[in-house]
């Protein structure tokens, strides 16, 4: 079993629906990521969570909002899903005691498809 | 503002060995990362300089000079799985990384 997981691994839906990814994690680790990846362009971070009761915005916040249920638990939501929200998510951990690294731990990734 | 390059796709030889290059600009330095990523599969880490010089890792080594802004992932022995994406990232003075687009390694026989 992945110690990152995310769900769904594909979703299809309309502009305008609210959409939620989830991910959880068994490697214990108190930071977590949401990213998103589109052809051409590097890794962009959404939001990111250094423990449970901390969110921080990323470079591209606009349109999401997330909540850590639980320090194995981050969700990403998009209220009201546009088109250009078309790609590929991952969610990633990192443990603050290997910080002289910065190894990220990804999941297997969200492919979202907005029509 | 902040920017990774490297090229967008190379061809190599099974067997062979191949250079991927990476420049950056970026405020401030805390290290460089090489990752690789499977097509529609999730990046997987392969290494992190944060000293000049070259670090050596089985098959891959990765090199950084500060000073140029540059690095670079030398793969040797190329395989046939060695076909992927392989990307390059930063991480600022905040501490935040910055990703350049990724290079596509295609391996031929």
């Known amino acids: 079993d992945a110690d990152v997981t995310q769900t769904p691994r594909n979703r299809i839906t309309k502009t305008g629906k609210r959409i939620m990814l989830e991910c959880s994690q068994t490697?214990?680790?108190?930071?977590m990521y949401w990213y998103r990846q589109d052809p051409g362009l590097g890794l962009r971070l959404i939001y990111y969570?250094?423990?449970?009761?901390?969110?921080n915005k990323g470079e591209i916040s606009d349109g999401y909002s997330v909540s850590r249920q639980a320090q194995a638990k981050f969700s990403l939501s998009l209220e009201s899903a546009i088109p250009n929200q078309t790609a590929l998510y991952f969610c990633?951990?990192?443990?603050?005691?290997?910080?002289?690294?910065?190894?990220?731990?990804f999941g297997e990734g969200s492919r979202l498809t907005v029509l | 503002g902040q920017n990774i390059d490297q090229p967008t796709e190379m061809t190599a030889t099974e067997g062979a060995i191949v250079q991927i290059n990476c420049t950056y600009q970026?405020?401030?330095?805390?290290?460089l990362f090489w990752y690789q990523q499977h097509a529609g599969e999730a990046p997987t880490f392969l290494s992190y300089?944060?000293l000049d010089g070259l670090e050596e890792k089985g098959r891959f080594s990765s090199f950084l000079s500060r000073s140029k802004g540059y690095s670079y992932l030398l793969l040797k022995e190329l395989q046939m799985k060695d076909s992927a994406s392989y990307l390059c990232?930063?991480?600022?003075?905040?501490?935040?990384?910055?990703w350049g687009a990724g290079t596509k390694l295609i391996i031929k026989p």
């Open positions: 490697k214990g680790h108190d930071r």
């Open positions: 990633a951990t990192s443990d603050p005691e290997q910080e002289n690294t910065g190894e990220l731990f």
């Open positions: 970026t405020s401030g330095f805390n290290g």
């Open positions: 990232a930063v991480k600022d003075s905040n501490y935040q990384l910055i």
């Open positions: 300089n944060v």
């Open positions: 969570s250094f423990d449970v009761k901390d969110i």
